[in-house]
């Protein structure tokens, strides 16, 4: 018997919201033919330029087809919504003519599943990329794909292609128990042409200095935001790094800021590199960041998100200080003008829910949209974080395990131990780990990501605190690519590991409260 197979490839204008949701298996019975599946497909209503689709379409569409049942999970929910085109009309007939029926398993060929995984996977991952800024719809066709859908888990290499910036190529995610985190930020300050926009809570490691003065040597326009207090330490109570005093005497442009009240910080771990590549996480520019801790960050190159961050960076450079040699400790606090700029596109998917890609404090926007996510986790949450102290974001992870939800967190031993709401978890049953850093001595557990229902990360500098919410400068990052969501988990099991479960019995007893 000899079987027919079909390649479909859609050309989709550049922009388009096109999203791979979970939902229910649906069936799609390709030996009905794809007339009456599609009948969007008997008019033009996808173009690209002067090529529409009509010029794509074969007689072999209009058809039987001797292909087997084919279970797509997830595609009608994503293919319902209206998707724009050059003509204005709608997509919708995918979802009228397919009704959800109970998943038939495809026994599908070789040579088929091949065809299929290439298109899907050009149409979910390629669209994803493009509607975020990323990628262009040229990018979009012939990557590889083993039948399951973004957020599924299973994600070929191809989905995980490094950046390309400037002739160089880095990672998208970086953990340092794994990666040259030091050296592969150095790489990319090295490729930097154009301009160069920093904030960070501090610098102390020569290394990173002295690539910021070979790039301001070769013509970079460089301009960093550093805490206040790192810049004008308090009399006798510590000096200005010998890294930070080397890039004032190359004149690099700097500015600081401090966070509100006695505890409040700048506390971000940003660059942005020529608009088109940016780096954030936990990573302080620091010895201790690079050797000691555990960390984790990100380099990210979609264009939505770049943007959010610059909005962001010119916000906190407004109200910044310019550096004053003749300064001797920290100014007072504020005033601030109003409240960070927020993600109004909301891009990130999950559960149905959507997202902003960022979120920025001193505002109640990242702990709410942080709540908002435990209150939809249905599975699963993985949790390392260096310090916790939100009451709030605690109720929220007790709600999520009493309806079911495993809870695992790794803490950093020494604030677990001392601090009262992570204390909590341990003397509640929690499964809590403990750590030190990679140092056992000096080290400390520094992340602050969370992994929930194995397909969403949040990551970033924020901390789960009322200070960070209140008083600092931070940011928050939400990824919901399935190669960010293992490779966090992978992360996540390293690091309890080599971790300490925790017990009541280890707590010491804290003084009395004030």
């Known amino acids: 018997m000899t079987s027919r197979f079909l390649f479909l490839a859609l050309l989709l204008p550049v922009g388009t919201e096109v999203h791979a949701q979970r939902a229910a298996p649906v069936r799609i019975d390709a030996s009905a033919g794809l007339s009456p599946i599609v009948p969007g497909l008997q008019s033009p209503i996808l173009s ?109 290499a191809a989905a995980d292609t490094p950046i390309r910036f400037n002739g160089r190529t880095l990672p998208r995610r970086m953990f340092t128990d794994r990666d040259a985190m030091g050296d592969k930020l150095v790489e990319a300050i090295d490729a930097t042409q154009g301009n160069l926009d920093i904030v960070i809570l501090e610098l102390k490691f020569r290394k990173f200095a002295d690539a910021l003065i070979r790039a301001k040597a070769r013509g970079v326009k460089i301009r960093v935001i550093l805490d206040e207090r790192r810049m004008y330490p308090t009399p006798g109570k510590g000096t200005r790094s010998q890294d930070i005093q080397a890039i004032i005497d190359a004149g690099l442009e700097i500015r600081t800021i401090r966070g509100k009240l006695p505890y409040g910080m700048m506390h971000n771990k940003v660059s942005i590199h020529d608009d088109k590549l940016m780096l954030a996480g936990s990573f302080n520019w620091t010895h201790a960041a690079d050797t000691w801790n555990y960390e984790n960050a990100v380099f990210l190159d979609d264009a939505h998100t770049i943007r959010g961050f610059q909005d962001y960076y010119k916000w906190i450079w407004d109200q910044s200080r310019a550096f004053d040699p003749q300064q001797s400790g920290p100014n007072e606090d504020g005033p601030y003008n109003g409240l960070p700029p927020k993600d109004t596109v909301l891009p990130v998917r999950f559960h149905g829910m959507k997202l902003p890609a960022y979120a920025f404090s001193p505002s109640d926007e990242p702990q709410n949209w942080i709540i908002k996510v435990l209150e939809k986790a249905g599975k699963s949450l993985d949790l390392a974080m260096f310090s916790f102290t939100s009451v709030e974001i605690q109720q929220a992870i007790a709600a999520a395990r009493a309806r079911g939800v495993r809870v695992r967190i790794v803490f950093d031993k020494r604030n677990a131990l001392e601090m009262r709401e992570q204390r909590w978890f341990i003397e509640n049953g929690f499964d809590v780990v403990v750590s030190m850093g990679r140092n056992k001595e000096r080290g400390v557990l520094h992340n602050k990501f969370a992994v929930i229902d194995g397909e969403l990360v949040q990551t970033g500098s924020y901390n789960w605190t009322q200070n960070a919410r209140h008083n600092n400068f931070e940011n928050i990052v939400f990824l919901d690519d399935a190669v960010s969501a293992e490779q966090y988990t992978a992360y996540f099991e390293r690091l309890r590991a080599q971790g300490e479960l925790a017990d009541p019995s280890m707590l010491p007893p804290l003084p009395p409260q004030p």
């Open 48 to 156: 690209l330029g002067s090529l529409s689709q009509t010029s794509l379409l074969t007689p072999a569409l209009n058809q039987p087809s001797a292909l087997p049942s084919l279970s797509l999970h997830g595609l009608v929910p994503a293919l319902a919504r209206p998707l724009p085109s050059a003509g204005g009309t709608l997509l919708r007939p995918w979802a009228a003519a397919v009704s959800p029926a109970a998943a038939v398993p495809a026994v599908v060929p070789a040579a088929a599943q091949s065809v299929l995984s290439r298109t899907l996977s050009g149409i979910f991952t390629g669209l994803s990329k493009t509607e975020r800024g990323g990628a262009g719809a040229g990018s979009i066709l012939g990557q590889t794909f083993d039948g399951s859908l973004p957020g599924k888990g299973a994600v070929s």
